[in-house]
């Protein structure tokens, strides 16, 4: 389902834990990390598409978060022409998304990521709230920086926390991630 303009109406989901860490995926048979993300389905309402990729991706239930928040508006990315099928170049263009501020109610132990038989992730880690924007792949990291800007306000974290770290929205290349993450059980 594309609107008008070629855009694929999407949620994102920061999921915050008790420590003020978001969830971290890392991307399966891939090296790149990411929020849990998702289509919304014709007829869905993006709460409705968000609950559901959060069963999906995570394996959690509406009563494992509580939502704290979500932009007020769509946030776009364009998908890079190579990344696009040849079927649908010249009619799809990106996504289009409304991201949701999670606080997660439930223990480590809750999440799944291979709740369905389509598993998202094969690791995850929990984060600092200012996730490593190099990580990203580079044609999502503008949406997130934006995401986690808009959302930092309403987040029960304090106002030291709240500042993005020196240099954090300008950073180029990979980081060094520590390889201490859970793997699909």
Same mark, same amino acid.
């Given at each position: 389902?594309?609107?008008? =303009?070629?855009?694929?109406?999407?949620?994102?989901?920061?999921?915050?834990?008790?420590?003020?860490?978001?969830? *971290?995926?890392?991307?399966?048979?891939?090296?790149? $990390?990411?929020?849990?993300?998702?289509?919304?389905?014709?007829?869905?309402?993006?709460?409705?598409?968000?609950?559901? +990729?959060?069963? +999906?991706?995570?394996?959690?239930?509406?009563?494992?978060?509580?939502?704290?928040?979500?932009?007020?508006? *769509?946030?776009?990315?364009?998908?890079?022409?190579?990344?696009?099928?040849?079927?649908?170049?010249?009619?799809?263009?990106?996504?289009?998304?409304?991201?949701?501020? &999670?606080?997660?109610?439930?223990?480590?132990?809750?999440?799944? &990521?291979?709740?369905?038989?389509?598993?998202?992730? +094969?690791?995850?880690?929990?984060?600092?709230? $200012?996730? !490593? &924007? !190099?990580?990203?792949?580079?044609?999502?990291?503008?949406?997130?920086?934006?995401? &986690?800007?808009?959302?930092?306000?309403?987040?029960?974290?304090? =106002?030291?926390?709240?500042? !993005?770290?020196?240099?954090?929205?300008?950073?180029?290349? !990979?980081?060094?991630?520590?390889?201490?993450?859970?793997?699909?059980?």
């Amino acid at each position: 389902m594309l609107d008008k =303009d070629g855009y694929r109406p999407n949620v994102g989901i920061i999921l915050q834990n008790p420590l003020m860490q978001v969830f *971290w995926g890392k991307r399966l048979g891939q090296h790149s $990390w990411q929020f849990p993300q998702g289509g919304i389905k014709r007829g869905e309402t993006p709460k409705e598409a968000m609950f559901r +990729e959060l069963w +999906e991706e995570l394996g959690l239930f509406e009563n494992q978060v509580q939502i704290v928040g979500c932009t007020d508006s *769509w946030l776009y990315y364009d998908v890079p022409e190579n990344w696009i099928r040849k079927d649908l170049r010249g009619i799809y263009r990106g996504q289009k998304q409304i991201w949701f501020l &999670l606080k997660f109610l439930g223990k480590n132990k809750d999440i799944n &990521l291979n709740a369905t038989n389509h598993p998202e992730f +094969e690791a995850w880690k929990w984060n600092s709230y $200012w996730v !490593p &924007l !190099p990580d990203v792949i580079d044609f999502k990291r503008n949406v997130y920086k934006e995401a &986690l800007l808009n959302l930092v306000s309403i987040s029960s974290m304090g =106002d030291r926390e709240k500042v !993005p770290p020196k240099g954090w929205a300008d950073a180029k290349g !990979p980081s060094r991630f520590r390889l201490n993450y859970n793997r699909r059980r």
